[in-house]
């Protein structure tokens, strides 16, 4: 356990030195700085108040569970206060900077099996906690796991996080849209029976296939697109042929996070005894295999914003001025998306793009018509997640505190417009003005193959497209009830048979 938490961090900022800027989130930045009168470096997220005032409970609730929580993986706050109109949350320093930024600059690939085995099996021990103490993360992914200097990790983030046992609103909160499209759990998005911790594990399946490839499947696409994709095609996963340089361990325990129905996930606490994370190392493996030569965060941090700033410059023609600022925000990966009309349409009419890349072969992870799969079914297969789940996956009884009487059909129907349907408005207006409809019409055609495509030129710019946090309140009266049916053909939406049905 960290014993640094008994010390008694100042609460003025005068009591602190800040130094260079070491990330960025939606409204906050954050920084290397020096606690004078304890002489130690810390990380200081300065949040501007006037920035989020539309989201002033998520930040309470983020910096409340950040003071409680107790647990050497997740990142606890040494303490807050305000300063002018922002606030400061004084953490522990992270000096090798999230997962995300690392593969970003050092591994685009992904990481080597025995270093994600250590880095998951530290999530994962978070995650027991948090799920122990009735706390669902919501936002599992590379971006939220940062490595301080020594190679210890911590699950960071709980701006979204959730309490199953909390009542009202904070209850309510849990039947609310939340989350990042690509690591987002179908019963998220879906909303037809609300959800529970294992919404956690689906996207901590997703985030072991973000570190295996060095990012998250579906990433190049416009959150839209992923929300159908996820709720229609079979779940992503770890590919015989593509992935030869993984274990089968691995594959199974990707495979058993990735079922579509929930109740044959496993808990955290059983996924933590998968064999996958026997293989699992120490803290120094990892500061000496991925830390060992990076140069500073700060550093690091300049390079990739140059590099970001660059990418948008080069795509300003492709895409138009219009959309540059939310472009930016994709890029950066780390927004608040909201629904809106203009943001729809704006990703909407990108969508051809993307699709119009065609060496999709080497990367359709659950394709049928794959070289080298027999007709028997093989149980890493993905396809065969839904059926055939490995032993390790068990009901997790008393873990599910939502419409457990209604169990999902071994289907799982999938009716994405009902999922989306009660978040947006549809006006023939919207219906008739929306101009990219057309060309978006046959895109949304569900496709055999239709999992990844081919990096390419633009990799960069759009890999992170889908990394951006959306957050639906379902409340009435909160504005931003858009659009949804006209970007959606209805025979998509009647079809409601995709690959998880099968
Ligand atoms: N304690 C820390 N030490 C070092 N770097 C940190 C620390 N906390 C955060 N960072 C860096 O700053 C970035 C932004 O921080 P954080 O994710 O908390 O902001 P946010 O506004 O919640 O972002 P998001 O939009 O993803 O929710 C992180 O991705 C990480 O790279």
């Known amino acids: 356990m ?78 807050s206060f305000t300063a002018d109109h922002n606030l400061w949350v004084v953490m522990p320093y992270m000096a090798g900077g999230s997962c995300l930024h690392i593969m970003k600059t050092t591994y685009p690939e992904g990481f080597d099996e025995p270093v994600i085995a250590t880095l998951l099996r530290e999530v994962l021990k978070a995650l027991v906690y948090l799920h122990g103490h009735g706390h669902i993360h919501r936002d599992v992914k590379a971006g939220n796991i940062l490595v301080d200097g020594n190679g210890a990790v911590k699950l960071a983030d709980f701006g979204v996080s959730a309490c199953m046992f909390d009542t009202g609103d904070r209850q309510r909160s849990r039947n609310t849209f939340v989350g990042t499209p690509c690591w987002m759990a179908p019963e998220v998005m879906q909303q037809l029976h609300g959800y529970d911790f294992k919404a956690d594990i689906w996207s901590f399946g997703i985030t072991a296939l973000e570190l295996a490839h060095g990012h998250a499947p579906f990433s190049k696409y416009p959150p839209m697109k992923v929300l159908l994709m996820t709720l229609q095609n079979a779940p992503p996963g770890l590919d015989y042929e593509r992935d030869r340089r993984f274990s089968r361990n691995f594959k199974e325990m990707v495979a058993a996070c990735l079922v579509k129905d929930p109740k044959k996930r496993p808990s955290s606490e059983k996924l933590l005894k998968h064999h996958f994370f026997k293989h699992a190392r120490s803290n120094e493996y990892i500061a000496r295999t991925i830390l060992d030569g990076l140069s500073p965060l ?205």
């Open 2 to 79: 960290d014993h640094a938490y008994e010390k008694k961090y100042p609460l003025s900022s005068k009591d602190y030195r800040l130094y260079e800027e070491v990330g960025e989130g939606v409204s906050a930045s954050v920084y290397r700085a020096l606690c004078i009168p304890l002489n130690e470096i810390v990380a200081i997220k300065v949040l501007d108040l006037e920035k989020c005032n539309n989201d002033l409970d998520g930040i309470r609730r983020e910096v409340q569970m950040m003071s409680l929580i107790d647990h050497p993986n997740l990142l606890r706050a040494h303490c």
């Open 298 to 502: 700060g550093d690091r941090f300049r390079a990739l914003k140059a590099k970001e700033a660059d990418l948008l410059l080069q795509n300003k023609a492709m895409y138009g001025d219009k959309e540059q600022k939310s472009q930016h925000e994709y890029i950066r990966g780390i927004s608040a998306w909201n629904f809106n009309l203009d943001d729809l349409k704006a990703q909407a009419s990108l969508i051809q793009d993307y699709d119009e890349n065609p060496g999709s072969n080497d990367i359709n992870m659950n394709g049928k018509e794959k070289a080298g799969f027999n007709d028997a079914p093989d149980p890493l297969s993905p396809n065969n997640a839904n059926h055939d789940t490995s032993e390790i996956v068990e009901e997790d009884g008393d873990h599910i505190l939502k419409d457990r009487e209604r169990p999902f059909p071994s289907s799982f129907p999938l009716h994405p417009l009902e999922a989306l349907k009660g978040y947006f408005d549809v006006t023939e207006d919207d219906i008739n003005s929306s101009s990219p409809k057309e060309g978006i019409q046959s895109e949304f055609e569900p496709q055999e193959d239709d999992q990844e495509p081919k990096p390419n030129e633009n990799e960069g710019f759009e890999r992170s497209f889908s990394s951006s946090k959306v957050i639906i309140n379902p409340l009435p009266g909160r504005g931003n009830k858009f659009l949804s049916g006209s970007l959606i053909p209805e025979r998509v939406t009647r079809s409601g048979n995709g690959d998880g049905d099968r």
